[in-house]
Nanobody, 127 residues
């Protein structure tokens, strides 16, 4: 069974940086997309970043462009979300997701396309 476990969240001050991690366990295929989403209280889950299974394509949401980036360590089966210059409006629960059976160089932004999700990690940014 595939499981995704996020870590790295916490309470930080505005302007800080945090690196979130998502480690995948269980049996997975070779074709999948990893994505990061976030959900603020009372709001829907929104796309943050995505990376194709071959690492050849990445996409970051316009709202965090220039501040957030996605990367991976395949040997550790871990995907990272580097968040820099955090703002109070970045406060949310950050979720990691996996969409399976995708083509090369594909990134996925639709929440409904993801097959597996982690439980999330809270990031709170104080002003």
């Amino acid at each position: 069974q595939v499981q995704l476990v996020e870590s790295g969240g916490g309470l930080v001050q505005a302007g800080s940086s945090v690196r979130l991690s998502c480690t995948v366990t269980g049996r997975i295929g070779s074709r999948y997309v990893m994505g990061w989403f976030r959900q603020a209280p009372g709001k829907e889950r929104k796309f943050v970043a995505s990376m194709s299974w071959d690492g050849g394509s990445t996409l970051v949401a316009d709202s965090v462009q220039g501040r957030f980036s996605i990367s991976r360590d395949s040997a550790k089966r871990t995907v990272y979300l580097q968040t820099n210059n955090l703002k109070p409006e970045d406060t949310a629960v950050y979720y990691c997701g996996m969409a399976t059976g995708t083509d090369a160089h594909t990134v996925v932004i639709r929440t409904s396309a993801y097959d597996y999700w982690g439980l999330g990690t809270q990031v709170t940014v104080s002003s």
